[in-house]
């Protein structure tokens, strides 16, 4: 009776595997994907490509509003405004400092993090994450009450002497430049850990062996082999950073625009889509180009 089972099992797996030809299940992989890439080709390319054709529409403040026309006038219009790019400036500026803050206060705590294994690494991990978890609006806020001009940084600062009055934190570009550096923080660290998972513990070993000082371990081995991290981590902070809106709005103001402003300004305030929707695949054209710069270098390194 074992046997007839058996076999009835045997031959019950065979006709399984003759329904599902080899060539349906190569494609069994592509076809889990199909409903993901079809999401995205529908509400993301759909509506880059929606966007697109919008922001070379004409516009007539008023009534008229949209135009049938096809024309480049609101690239010009921002490309040749010298306040326009002076606020394209000042969002590059911004970004750009982010980075670097990001950079510098990142790679310490995870090379530290890479470092611990277990229950330390769970916890410290927890806690890179657990701002994660708040509201950027929650945040911001917070800071806001933090770089006042009678709050706890500037209290903090004139009580031990290192300033006499307090420092405009708020409303300028260093308030911002803060608080997106507390906010994007956890992204740095985590794109650096990864990478610094990555490297051979063997290398290090092989290297103390032949005499190498903690120095010339540091930057012969782990800066060279940490650039991955460092560059996607530094493409991921520039693009979130520029594209922000809510941290500049609530920390610099209306006095201090970023890119991301005037969009919402253009669009939603005035209702001109065409130029917003302009101002916005120059800001994307703005971040491919960043990570272009970024990808080359890191190939050359």
Known sequence: MTVEIA????????????????ASRELLPYLLLAPNVLWMLVFLVGGLIFLGLVSFRGYVPGGSGIQDTWELTHYANFLLDAYHMRIMGRSIYISFTTVICCLVLAFPLAYLLSELRGT???????????PLLTSTVVRTFGWMVLLSSNGLVNQGLIAIGLVERPIAFMYSDLGIIIALTEVLLPFMI?????????????????????GAGAARIFFSITLPLTVPGI????????????SAYVTPDLIGGPRNPVMAMLIYQQGVSMLNWPFAAAISFILLALVLLAAAIALRVKVRI
Request: hydrophobic residues 55%; positive net charge.
């Open 231 to 242: 560059v996607s981590g530094s493409i991921l902070v520039f693009s979130l950073a520029v």
């Open 7 to 22: 076999g009835m099992g045997a031959t019950a797996a065979q006709a399984s595997q003759g329904r599902w030809p080899r």
């Open 120 to 130: 330390a690494r769970a916890i410290l991990y927890i806690c890179i994450l657990l």
């Open 190 to 210: 985590l794109a650096i850990d990864a990478a610094l998972l990555n490297i051979d513990r063997n290398l290090y070993d092989a290297a103390r062996n032949l």
